[in-house]
């Protein structure tokens, strides 16, 4: 689980990061739980909206949760 979440940028929200891990968990526990990334690339756009990171970092936190999710 932590070399995935080493994918994610230092300035990922919290809120994002603990449901990348949420997945992870799920995942390592041999559960299916695709909806988790979606939710997790919602949160990144509600970050965004909320001048909590900029369009540059949405876009490099998307696509390393892009790349987790084809793990």
């Known amino acids: 689980?932590?070399?995935e979440?080493?994918?994610l940028p230092e300035y990922t929200p919290d809120y994002?990061?603990?449901?990348?891990k949420y997945y992870?968990?799920?995942i390592e526990n041999n559960k299916?739980?695709?909806?988790?990334l979606d939710n997790a690339l919602s949160?990144?756009?509600l970050a965004q909206i909320n001048n909590?990171?900029?369009?540059?970092?949405?876009?490099?936190?998307k696509k390393a949760?892009?790349?987790?999710?084809?793990i």
């Open 1 to 3: 689980m932590d070399t």
């Open 5 to 7: 979440l080493k994918k």
């Open 16 to 20: 994002v990061v603990d449901e990348v």
């Open 24 to 26: 992870l968990t799920k």
């Open 32 to 36: 299916e739980d695709i909806f988790t």
């Open 43 to 45: 949160l990144v756009n």
């Open 52 to 61: 909590k990171i900029n369009e540059k970092q949405a876009e490099n936190i």
């Open 65 to 70: 949760i892009r790349e987790i999710k084809n």
